[in-house]
C-alpha cells in the first residue's frame, strides 16, 4: 500500500531558504525487490512582484512512498 509523505519547513524563512532537493531512497529487500529513488525539488514559485516571478518557493516536498519499507531521506540546503 502507498501513502503520500509530505516534508515542509514551518520555519519563518520557509520561502526563502532553500534546503532542495530532497531525496528519498530504499534499496531493495526481500520483500520490496525493487529499489526505490525520488529527486524532490520545492514548488513552483507562483507569485509576482511588478511582472517578474517572486523568487520566493514555499518548502514543501510530497512523496509517494510504500507502507512498511524503510528509507535514507538526504536534505541538501543553505544556512
Known amino acids: 500500500?502507498?501513502?503520500?509523505?509530505?516534508?515542509?519547513?514551518?520555519?519563518?524563512?520557509?520561502?526563502?531558504?532553500?534546503?532542495?532537493p530532497v531525496v528519498v531512497q530504499a534499496e531493495a529487500a526481500a520483500s520490496?525487490?525493487?529499489p526505490y529513488y525520488n529527486n524532490l525539488n520545492s514548488y513552483q514559485d507562483n507569485k509576482w512582484d511588478q511582472g517578474?516571478?517572486?523568487l520566493l518557493r514555499l518548502s514543501r516536498f510530497?512523496?509517494?512512498?510504500?507502507r512498511?519499507?524503510?528509507y535514507n531521506i538526504t536534505f541538501s540546503g543553505t544556512n
Open 32 to 34: 520490496f525487490p525493487v
Open 52 to 54: 517578474y516571478t517572486s
Open 62 to 66: 510530497p512523496a509517494i512512498v510504500q
Open 68 to 70: 512498511g519499507r524503510k
Open 1 to 20: 500500500q502507498n501513502d503520500l509523505l509530505v516534508f515542509e519547513s514551518l520555519d519563518a524563512d520557509t520561502y526563502t531558504r532553500r534546503v532542495h
